[in-house]
């Protein structure tokens, strides 16, 4: 159980940076559909230089969750080791979370390198029939890294909504008021 004055503090540094950390997953991919998607759509005037910023924009995003996993997987082994009841995360956020980087680790993995081709190789076809046939296969891949982003964002509000849910319910329980 969690007693020292240092421990202490890397709680809260843990937890700190694992909010931050989701707050960046979440907020990112918010900002990402609600403002720059509208917004280089229009704004750049032509598919292929926005459809390539914002696959550009995306690679970002992923870079940036990549550390995000990290750091929240980091800090819920650190609240399990520390084995505190208000510290220790959850059953729930565990597969919660998870799932989110099963999905991100598809995604960054897989599908966004071979979308990003496809895109690439759209890009470079000058023949009209044979461009829209590879537009045709790139958003065939385009559709399902949407949705799985999709379900990532709300998987993430999730997490959020039960990391919350816990704490409140731990503080009711430390003041007796089951």
């Given at each position: 159980m969690m007693e020292s004055r240092a421990c202490l503090w890397m709680s809260r540094i843990g937890l700190?940076?694992?909010?931050?950390a989701l707050g960046v997953w979440?907020?990112?991919?918010?900002?990402?559909?609600?403002?720059v998607i509208p917004a280089v759509f229009n704004t750049f005037g032509g598919q292929d230089s926005g459809g390539l910023f914002l696959t550009?924009?995306?690679e970002g995003f992923n870079r940036a969750v990549m550390v995000a996993m990290v750091v929240m997987i980091a800090g819920m082994v650190w609240r399990r080791w520390v084995q505190h009841p208000?510290?220790?995360p959850t059953t729930l956020e565990m597969a919660?979370?998870?799932v989110m980087v099963l999905i991100?680790?598809?995604?960054?993995?897989?599908l966004h390198p071979h979308a990003a081709v496809l895109q690439a190789e759209a890009f470079a076809i000058k023949d009209e029939a044979s461009r829209k046939a590879a537009f045709e296969a790139f958003f065939k891949?385009?559709?399902?890294?949407?949705?799985l982003y999709m379900v990532n964002l709300c998987l993430g509000i999730a997490l959020m909504g039960v990391r919350v849910n816990h704490t409140l319910h731990t503080l009711r329980v430390s003041k007796g008021q089951t």
């Open positions: 700190t940076l694992e909010w931050l979440v907020g990112g991919l918010v900002i990402l559909v609600a403002a550009k924009a995306f208000v510290m220790a919660l979370l998870g991100a680790a598809i995604i960054i993995g897989f891949l385009h559709m399902p890294v949407r949705a």
